[in-house]
C-alpha cells in the first residue's frame, strides 16, 4: 500500500463536492464585516456559525488592548515558555484566570486545543485510566491517546454508565480521571454535572470538565456550566478556550490542585510549541475582565438562542437540545444536509455543516452558533431563511437519543 | 448461566456468537459475517460506529473495552480475542 492511497476516499468525497459545486468545508469568508456579517461569495451573509458567543472580536477595548501590546511588545514571543522565557502578561493573564475561578493556578496553552491535549498527555499516562463521555470533543480523544493511558468510554450524558464503569475498575476508580464537556459542541446539550459529580464523589477520581463552549454563557458570572450548576468546588480541573466567547486564540486549564505548576515540567504541547502572541494575551485580558461583567451581553445572547430555537422548533425542525448557543439542527442524510447547507448560504445565512462520523449517532446536522452581538432582525432573517428551506427540503427527521 | 451473572467466563466461540449478532444487527443483516470480516472493510463501519460497537457488547460481557484495543482490532476475530482477553483478566 502506497504512503498516499489512505487519502483515496477522502479524495473521491472531494470530487464528490466538486460535482454539487460546494465546499462546506473550505469556505472563504471575503471580508469580515463584524462579528455577526461578513462577505462570502461576494455577498452580504449573516455569519451564524462562529461560536462568537459574547460577540468579542471587535470590542474597542479588546482591539486597543491588542493593538498597544503589538506596539509594546511586538509581534511574536518566538518561542516555547519553557525554552525562551514568558512574558509577564502570559503570568498575569494566568493570575486572573486563577482568580476569576477562585482557584489557585491557571495554565495557558496557545490553542483550545492544544489545552486539552496538554492537560490529558500530561495528568493520564501508562497505567492509568480516563473514563471520557463518549461525545467528547476531538482534543480529548487526541490528548488520551498522546497520555497512553487506557481510555474507557461512557455512554453519552449518562451518570449510571459512568457509574457501572467505575464499579468494574474498583480499587483503581479512585485515581481515575474522568472527562466531560461544559456545553457538546455538536448538539448544543449540557452535561448532567451534578449527578457526575455525585458518581465521583462515591468512586473517587478527579473530574476535568471542558466548558469551551460554555466559557462565558453560562453562570452569573459566566465561568461556565460548572458555576451554573453549583459543582465549581468539585472540579479538579477546568479548561476553556480563548478563541470562542473571549474572541481570541489560546486555551487554558485552573485548578486548585497544587499538581498543576508540575504539569508544565511534563506537558509536550505546553513545552514544544511557542507562546501566545502579545497581542493575544492582551485582547484575552481585556475580554476575560469584560466576560465576567457581561450580564447584559449573556442575558442577549440568552434571549437571541432561545429566539432562534423557538423558531426552528415552531417550524417542526428536529433540534438537538434544548436551548443554547449551540443549535444543532438534525436532518436525514449527508447529501440532504449539504444541500441544505448550501442553499441556506445562497438565502445570505453561513452555519456550520457537521456530518458523521463528526457527530453523534451517525447524524448530519446543521449547526448554528448565536452571538450576543446578533440583532434580533438576523436571529429572523436566519429563521426566515430556515422557513424558506423547510417547505420543500423534505426533511427526514433522524432518530436521536435526546430530546428536542 | 451467562456473562451477566459474572460467575462463569465466557469462552471464544459464545464472545464470537455475541459479536457476530450484535454486527448483523448494526448492519442490518446485510452481510455474511465470519470470524475473518473486516469490520471496517468489508462492513464499512467508520471509526465511531466501532467506537460505539464496543458500548453495546461491553455490558453482554460485563466489562469494559478501552479504545486502545482498536489499533490491533481489524476483524471479528481480533476483537473477539481482545474480549476474550478482558474476560479472563476480569
Not at chain 1, 452569573?220 to 481570541?248: N, W, Y
Request: proline share 3%; charged share 20%.
Amino acid at each position: 500500500m502506497g504512503l498516499f492511497d489512505k487519502f483515496q476516499g477522502l479524495s473521491a468525497a472531494r470530487r464528490e463536492l466538486g460535482t454539487l459545486g460546494i465546499d462546506p468545508f473550505a469556505v472563504e469568508i471575503e471580508k469580515i464585516l463584524s462579528p455577526t456579517e461578513g462577505i462570502i461569495h461576494g455577498r452580504r451573509t449573516i455569519l451564524a456559525g462562529t461560536n462568537n458567543y459574547l460577540g468579542l472580536t471587535f470590542d474597542p477595548d479588546c482591539v486597543k488592548a491588542a493593538q498597544t501590546a503589538l506596539a509594546a511588545e511586538g509581534t511574536g514571543t518566538t518561542g516555547s515558555r519553557m525554552a525562551n522565557g514568558s512574558y509577564a502578561n502570559h503570568r498575569k493573564l494566568e493570575a486572573e484566570l486563577a482568580a476569576f475561578y477562585g482557584m489557585r493556578d491557571a495554565i495557558v496553552f496557545s490553542t483550545g486545543y492544544q489545552a486539552n491535549l496538554g492537560m490529558l498527555s500530561a495528568l493520564a499516562g501508562a497505567g492509568d485510566v480516563v473514563l471520557l463521555d463518549a461525545d467528547c470533543h476531538a482534543s480529548i480523544y487526541d490528548g488520551c491517546r498522546l497520555s497512553g493511558a487506557e481510555v474507557i468510554r461512557f455512554r453519552h450524558n449518562n451518570p449510571e454508565d459512568l457509574a457501572k464503569r467505575m464499579r468494574r475498575l474498583g480499587a483503581r476508580a479512585a485515581d481515575t480521571l474522568i472527562v466531560v464537556e461544559g456545553i457538546y459542541s455538536m448538539l448544543g446539550d449540557r452535561a448532567p454535572l451534578k449527578e457526575i459529580v455525585a458518581v465521583k464523589r462515591e468512586h473517587g477520581g478527579y473530574l476535568l470538565v471542558d466548558e469551551a463552549h460554555s466559557l462565558g454563557v453560562l453562570g452569573e458570572r459566566g465561568r461556565g456550566l460548572v458555576e451554573e450548576q453549583e459543582v465549581l468546588a468539585d472540579a479538579d480541573f477546568i479548561v476553556g478556550t480563548f478563541s470562542k466567547s473571549l474572541g481570541g486564540a489560546g486555551g487554558f486549564c485552573v485548578s486548585d490542585l497544587p499538581v498543576l505548576d508540575l504539569v508544565r515540567y511534563s506537558s509536550r504541547p505546553y513545552i514544544f510549541t511557542a507562546s501566545p502572541s502579545p497581542a493575544t494575551i492582551a485582547s484575552t485580558r481585556q475580554a476575560l475582565t469584560k466576560l465576567a461583567a457581561a450580564r447584559d451581553l449573556r442575558a442577549r445572547l440568552r434571549a437571541n438562542y432561545e429566539r432562534l430555537h423557538a423558531g426552528l422548533a415552531g417550524m417542526g425542525y428536529t433540534l438537538g437540545a434544548s436551548p443554547s448557543p449551540v443549535i444543532a439542527v438534525v436532518l436525514g442524510d449527508r447529501l440532504e444536509a449539504l444541500r441544505f447547507w448550501n442553499r441556506l448560504l445562497q438565502h445570505g445565512v453561513y452555519v456550520n455543516l457537521m456530518l458523521p462520523p463528526a457527530t453523534p449517532n451517525g447524524v448530519s446536522l446543521i449547526r448554528c452558533s448565536v452571538s450576543a452581538a446578533h440583532t434580533s432582525e438576523q436571529i429572523d432573517a436566519v429563521c426566515a431563511a430556515f422557513a424558506d428551506l423547510r417547505a420543500d427540503a423534505g426533511i427526514v427527521a433522524a432518530e436521536l437519543g435526546t430530546g428536542t | 448461566m451467562n456473562a451477566m451473572t459474572g460467575n462463569i467466563a465466557l469462552d471464544y466461540p459464545q464472545i464470537v456468537a455475541e459479536l457476530k449478532a450484535e454486527l448483523s444487527r448494526l448492519s442490518h443483516g446485510r452481510f455474511e459475517i465470519g470470524d475473518d470480516t473486516d469490520l471496517l472493510g468489508d462492513l464499512a463501519l467508520d471509526s465511531l460506529q466501532v467506537m460505539n460497537l464496543l458500548l453495546e457488547i461491553e455490558d453482554k460481557f460485563d466489562v469494559s473495552i478501552p479504545v486502545n484495543i482498536l489499533p490491533d482490532v481489524k476483524t471479528v476475530r481480533d476483537l473477539a480475542l481482545q474480549i476474550e482477553n478482558l474476560v479472563r483478566e476480569k
